[in-house]
């Protein structure tokens, strides 16, 4: 009898799929989408010096030695893709346009609904479009913006592949709750598209600072009182007659916080994180040389230092914000 012991790569239906040909992928899925929104009426393009876009790092990793750790990337990036389809899905279908309560009366029960769909924070923010991508655009200018946390303790394992499957696995589970909750929307009678969490439309963590969220630290992620910068954001695009209410941020205090600290500079092994942000167009800052950054995913096909080792990954937002004042 020969030997019936599998190898995981034998056994592995998708063994033969490269990093390279998964970040293809996801460039056709993105590339639909952005195809499907300019083919709207009336969408919003983004200004001609907008933000520009850093490309996924996935084609680009040594994959790990471990046939396991190699099944579970595909795993978690093809779960991340099939979000996505759906994303390009509802950006093509027609939405409805009978109300079936008042738009104020939808953001109460949207926002409601938020914590029912595992999301940490919701706002309802317009967008200006200093914040769309360039060559991008957006189907409608104003949007619920939301954050889902990321689990502390896989993140204490960084830069382990651990992360990798676990930021992948986030994306895609934002990306169906993008799906839920534009459903929800439309089920109200008034227009919703969502937003890939990754690749999509905006530049998330200034957006998300403007809509009250929190405010990015100096490893360029959003800092927020329920997460710090163990999250990830995600939008669905609604088009609401609710002018937006912008009270004073309460978090511009990281930003002297972070000067004090800068421990995600100190320890980031690539020193990707700039100890003065490069002034991009549009006073936009750029804490982060994304190329140093991408070479750690290269060779060590991992990372999230910056957000294992930032005092709010652990601390508490309220006694940090006590302890500096
Ligand atoms: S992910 Fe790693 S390499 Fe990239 S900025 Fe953070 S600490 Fe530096
Ligand atoms: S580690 Fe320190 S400097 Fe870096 S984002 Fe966190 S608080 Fe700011």
């Keep these: 009898m020969g030997n019936m012991k599998k190898t995981i790569d034998e056994m592995n239906p998708y063994a033969g799929i490269t990093p390279v040909q998964l970040a293809e992928a996801e460039r056709e899925i993105i590339r639909q989408y952005d195809e499907t929104l300019l083919a709207r009426a009336n969408f919003t393009p983004s200004l001609p010096d907008g933000p520009v876009r850093n490309q996924a790092t996935f084609g680009d990793m040594v994959p790990p030695d ?14 991340l893709h099939s979000a996505y389809v759906e994303n390009v899905h509802l950006a093509g279908t027609p939405t409805p346009s009978e109300p079936q309560c008042s738009p ?18 919701i706002a309802y923010t317009d967008i200006p479009q200093k914040f769309i991508f360039s060559g991008k655009t957006i189907p409608f200018s104003k949007a619920f913006l939301f954050t889902q946390a990321m689990d502390v303790g896989i993140f204490n394992t960084a830069p382990h592949v651990d992360v990798q499957v676990h930021v992948a696995d986030i994306y895609g589970s934002l990306g169906s709750i993008a799906n839920q909750m534009a459903l929800f929307i439309r089920k109200s009678g008034y227009p ?23 405010y990015p630290g100096r490893n360029g992620l959003l800092i927020s009182p329920d997460n710090g910068p163990c999250q990830r954001i995600g939008a669905v695009f609604v088009d609401l007659p609710v002018e937006v209410q912008h009270a004073e941020n309460p978090h511009t205090w990281i930003d002297a916080f972070c000067q004090k600290c800068g421990k995600c500079i100190r320890k980031c092994p690539s020193g990707a994180i700039r100890e003065i942000p490069e002034m991009r167009s549009n006073d936009r800052p750029s804490c982060t040389d994304y190329e140093k950054c991408s070479m750690e995913y290269k060779t060590s096909f991992s990372c999230g230092i910056c957000v294992k080792v930032c005092p709010f990954t652990t601390g508490s937002y309220e006694k940090l914000k006590n302890r500096f004042f």
């Design 66 to 79: 471990s046939a396991a750790d190699r099944l579970r990337l595909v795993e978690s990036s093809i779960r």
């Design 104 to 121: 104020q009366e939808l953001i109460q029960r949207v926002q409601e609904y938020a914590p029912a769909l595992g999301l940490s924070a």
């Design 192 to 214: 919703a598209i969502p937003n890939p969490a990754l690749a999509g439309s905006v530049l998330y963590p200034p957006l998300a600072a403007y809509a009250g969220l929190g």
